[in-house]
């Protein structure tokens, strides 16, 4: 068994809603152990594409998103939830995000100044659901006029749509770990075989 279920099992509790919380090795604290496996997966997956940049959403997702950028040699450029007062309008790559776990709508954004045309971006995140996440960063990166290498997920909820969504848009998405389904009476985690 992977490492990565290993410890869900382990260590992953159940919320309402089919929320899984990992706080103690991915989400609030983070274990370097973990983080080192899920860099070479995700490298070993992707290392024959060209890749420029990694990117990702704050906060959750920027632990894994760096580790990955390390081992390809390549910038990590995270998509802010709050605009700050240094960053002009004009200057930027927005899109509009709807959060499972939290319920509310927020705009994430990028510095045009971090991406172009010559970019090709593999983005990465701690869970994929509905693919909001993901959907907006794919939207940052085209609307740069860059290319989307592929999307690297450490948790996948498979009984949710996130991965058909985008793989409609023709993107190659790599879960290092597959949920089926989510047993909240029982605690219990059915995995899904595959990537
Ligand atoms: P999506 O945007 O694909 O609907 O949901 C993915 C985002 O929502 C992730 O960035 C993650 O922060 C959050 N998320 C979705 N489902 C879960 C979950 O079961 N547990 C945790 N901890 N976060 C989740």
Redesign the pocket.
């Known amino acids: 068994m992977s490492y990565l279920k290993e410890r869900i099992l382990k260590d992953g509790v159940i919320?309402p809603g089919?929320?899984?919380?990992?706080?103690s090795f991915l989400?609030h604290q983070i274990d370097p152990a973990v983080m080192k496996e899920i860099e070479r997966e995700f490298y070993d997956y992707f290392s024959d594409r060209k890749i420029t940049k990694v990117m990702t959403?704050e906060a959750?997702?920027i632990a894994p998103a760096i580790m990955v950028a390390a081992h390809f040699d390549v910038p990590m450029l995270f998509a802010k939830k709050k605009k700050p007062s240094t960053l002009k309008d004009e200057d930027v790559y927005s899109a509009d995000?709807?959060?499972?776990?939290k319920k509310t709508t927020s705009t994430v954004m990028v510095s045009g100044a971090y991406l172009n045309e010559e970019d090709s971006v593999l983005i990465i995140?701690?869970?994929?659901?509905?693919?909001?996440?993901?959907?907006?960063l794919v939207k940052i990166v085209r609307d740069a006029g860059a290319e989307v290498a592929g999307i690297g997920i450490c948790?996948e909820?498979s009984f949710?749509p996130?991965r058909e969504r985008l793989e409609k848009e023709g993107l190659d998405v790599y879960s290092i770990v597959r949920i089926e389904s989510i047993d909240s009476e029982n605690q219990k985690i059915i995995f899904k075989e595959g990537h």
Do not use: H, P, R
């Not at 089919?18 to 706080?23: A, E, R």
């Not at 995000?97 to 776990?101: F, I």
């Open positions: 919320y089919n929320v899984l919380k990992i706080d989400n959403v959750s997702g995000v709807y959060s499972y776990t995140d701690d869970f994929l659901a509905n693919g909001e996440a993901s959907m907006g948790v909820k949710q996130g």
